[in-house]
């Protein structure tokens, strides 16, 4: 059973450029996380999407984007890329509503803006 | 707001330590769930415990265990007898339902077991 799959692994930005990452959810669930994680701290949450609507958002500003696809699959946008913007992005899937037990996470896609 | 501090930035033992890793959480919420996370160097999260705020009865997992005191906020996670796999970040963290709400994480802990 595939978990959460994220693409790229790595990538790398200038400054000013857009970039789109990519989150397949795990097989049944249907809730997409997005969570941005700099280097040596916790993650912070981005957004979540479910069917297909943005359901929360963190305190992220509009130049990040989500969008999720009939096939619970998700992409983050972010726009305008600063040097702060470098961090490991984490996608996470889950089922809404639910007693379960938090989210099943990605590996993350690192992204280095230069 | 809700806010959880991780005091312990880096611990560093020898195996077969025990070592407890602390956890001070904030809320107003009197329903609220916490959970502990543990990231190795593959990057992703994998969960490892959730507690709901009207149930603190402790919990044990063979060399893990959970101490959480409503009274103090507190959350502390202990590993008996460490082992040189138990090396990873952990993370403790937050959330107002136990469903897919979501997740106010600490800063999170290093923690190494030497050999």
Redo the contacts between chains.
């Keep these: 059973d595939a978990?959460?799959t994220q693409s790229p692994t790595h990538l790398i930005k200038t400054r000013g450029q857009q970039v789109t990452l990519r989150c397949s959810p795990k097989s049944g669930h249907d809730?997409v996380?997005w969570?941005q994680q700099a280097l040596?701290?916790?993650?912070?949450?981005i957004f979540?999407y479910y069917e297909e609507e943005e359901r929360?958002r963190?305190n992220f500003p509009d130049r990040f984007s989500g969008h999720q696809f009939p096939n619970y699959s998700s992409e983050l946008t972010v726009h305008a890329l600063s040097l702060g913007d470098s961090a490991?992005y984490?996608c996470?899937s889950?089922?809404?509503?639910?007693?379960?037990?938090?989210?099943?996470?990605?590996?993350?896609t690192?992204l280095t803006v230069v | 707001a809700q806010k959880?501090t991780?005091a312990q930035t880096e611990i560093s033992v020898v195996e077969k330590e025990d070592v407890t890793l602390d956890c001070v959480y904030e809320t107003r919420d009197t329903t609220y769930y916490l959970?502990w996370?543990k990231q190795p160097p593959?990057?992703?999260?994998?969960?490892l415990i959730?507690r709901n705020s009207f149930d603190e009865q402790n919990e044990i997992s063979g060399r893990y265990s959970w101490n959480f005191q409503k009274s103090t906020s507190s959350f502390n996670f202990t590993i008996t007898a460490s082992q040189v796999v138990d090396s990873a970040v952990y993370?403790c963290?937050l959330?107002e339902?136990?469903?897919?709400?979501?997740?106010?994480?600490?800063?999170?802990t290093r923690l190494t077991i030497n050999p």
């Design positions: 978990g959460v809730t996380s969570y040596g701290q916790g993650p912070q949450f979540q929360q963190g490991l984490l996470a889950s089922l809404p509503y639910r007693e379960t037990y938090g989210y099943t996470f990605g590996s993350g690192r | 959880v991780q959970f996370y593959s990057g992703e999260l994998v969960f959730r993370f963290a959330s339902s136990p469903g897919a709400q979501k997740l106010v994480f600490g800063q999170g």
